[in-house]
Each structure stands twice: as C-alpha cells, then as structure tokens.
C-alpha cells in the first residue's frame, strides 16, 4: 500500500460520520465507549480472575479507604468486584452497557446496577431524590467526556462527610 492509499484510507475511516466537535461528537464517543465495554462484558471477570494479585491488592486499598458496611455508589463498576470488596450496606454499581451489568449480576447480583453514563444528562433519573452515599467511586475515568457535569450529577447524592 502506498502513501497515498493509506491517506485514503485514513481519510475514510475519519470521515464526516465521526463528527469533530459538540455534543454529536460526545455522543458518539459515549456510543463507541459502550460498545467496547459490551464487547469485553462477560471477559472481564476472567481478566480479573487472572490478575488475582493486582486485584486483591486493591480491594485492600478500597477496605482500607472506604471501610466496610458503608453506603457506596461505584460509577463504572464493571463486574461489581469493588463493591464486593469494600462490602457495602448499600452496594449501587453504575455501568454504560447492558452486557457489563449482566455480567455483574451473574458474578455479583447482591448489588444493585443501573445503566448510564455518570456524566450524562439523564443520570439523576436513575436515583430516589432522597438516596444518599458515604462514598462514591469513580472507577474508569478514561470514558468520562464531562467532567463537571460528573460533579454536578453526583452532587446530590452526597452529604457532608461523603467522599469522593
């Protein structure tokens, strides 16, 4: 292949369909994000199983940080392990598939999952005006597009002694 068949080719693949910019360009991103994360859906516990020593060192962290018997809301909880990990009174995993929150709650169905993106406009829709978190986890921050549209969404969750 030449250089200027590669060009076309480049050209192609990131052509007017992929917009630039605005909110059809975040949309499109989300649409792309979520689909990578279904594709991966049921291999991630196997992904984690396989990095016992990596995960197992985390989970003690988030013990260590968060505590047990705590009110947690996780944002990209994947599998639902770090909610298994911190054991929650309260567990609440957040995930942007259909695929990801299956596979969570067949490895993890003592917990609750909702689908969205936690920086999205329709996040506060999925929680009771009065549900309230000790902690909230921002796992995967790599798929977040708005930041502080994250801040604004989560912010009525929180209570004074929340962490984040």
């Known amino acids: 292949m030449n250089d200027s068949s590669l060009y076309s080719v480049l050209s192609d693949a990131t052509s007017s369909s992929i917009p630039d910019w605005g909110m059809a360009a975040i949309d499109a991103r989300r649409k792309r994000s979520a689909e990578r994360v279904a594709a991966l859906a049921f291999r991630r ?43 929650p009174s309260v567990g609440v995993g957040m995930e942007i598939s259909g695929q990801m929150i299956e596979a969570a709650r067949q490895t993890n169905p003592q917990f609750r999952y909702l689908e969205g993106f936690p920086d999205g406009a329709d996040f506060k829709t999925l929680f009771q005006a009065t549900e309230r978190f000790d902690h909230i986890i921002v796992n995967q921050v790599n798929d977040l597009v708005q930041v502080e549209a994250l801040l604004e969404n989560i912010s009525p969750l929180c209570e004074r002694h929340t962490r984040v």
């Open 45 to 87: 516990q196997r992904w984690i199983e396989s990095n016992r020593y990596f995960y197992a060192s985390l989970a003690r962290l988030l013990r260590h940080l968060v505590g047990t018997g705590q009110r947690v809301l996780v944002l990209r909880s994947e599998t639902g392990e770090l909610l298994r990990a911190v054991q």
